[in-house]
């Protein structure tokens, strides 16, 4: 996380339940539409043979060591 977030931190645990719903759908919305696009390249990649697909395990693991 960046400093400028972890500056936010403490403001943020100040505000109410609503007010945090409604920032994080508020940040939610913010990244709606760049998910739709990729959902949409992803889809057009398995449609045309071109996604390059991994075992379920292989990827866990890796999350695994990069998020411990």
């Known amino acids: 996380m ?3 977030a972890e500056k936010l931190k403490p ?3 100040a505000l ?3 007010d945090r719903a409604a920032l ?3 940040l939610v919305e913010l990244n709606e539409e760049e998910w739709a ?3 949409d390249r992803r ?3 398995i ?3 071109t996604a390059v697909f991994r075992p379920g395990d ?3 693991c890796e999350m695994q060591e990069r998020f411990p």
Do not use: Q
């Open 24 to 26: 994080i759908n508020y």
């Open 58 to 60: 292989e990827v866990m």
């Open 2 to 4: 960046t400093e400028a």
């Open 11 to 13: 403001a943020l645990a």
């Open 43 to 45: 889809a057009e990649a």
């Open 16 to 18: 109410s339940d609503e």
């Open 37 to 39: 696009r990729e959902l």
């Open 47 to 49: 449609a045309n043979g």
